[in-house]
């Protein structure tokens, strides 16, 4: 059993930055693939980054590729999104997620039904 919490959400202004970590409780932490998945209201969840175990390979949704950047430092068990540039339409529920790297080949890790693992999610508003 993992579980994550995420932490580091807020509010700031359109321009600002934030950075969220994801806190994972696992001896194995090198054997999962991270993602961060993200829900705005009455709209569906839509992925936003993904890291392969190593930290070798990210995946970004073209919505946040040169403003967001993943992270991970698997000798602290924490996964970290850094954001930058941000926009209003940012505004959401950030999740970060976890699936095993059996579970899931990398190339399919924008598809939030890949994770078994998910944090409880942490507030991001950005305002204009």
């Known amino acids: 059993q993992v579980q994550l919490v995420e932490s580091g959400g807020g509010l700031v202004q359109a321009g600002g930055s934030l950075r969220l970590s994801c806190a994972a409780s696992?001896?194995?932490?090198?054997?999962?693939?991270m993602g961060w998945f993200r829900q705005a209201p009455g709209k569906e969840r839509e992925f936003v980054a993904a890291i392969s175990r190593s930290g070798e390979r990210t995946y970004y949704a073209d919505s946040v590729k040169g403003r967001f950047t993943i992270s991970r430092d698997n000798a602290k068990n924490t996964g970290y999104l850094q954001m930058n540039s941000l926009k209003p339409e940012d505004t959401a529920v950030y999740y970060c997620a976890a699936a095993n790297y059996r579970r899931l080949e990398f190339r399919n890790s924008d598809g939030a039904r890949g994770y078994e693992y998910w944090g409880q999610g942490t507030q991001v508003t950005v305002s204009s």
């Open positions: 696992v001896r194995t932490f090198s054997s999962y693939i």
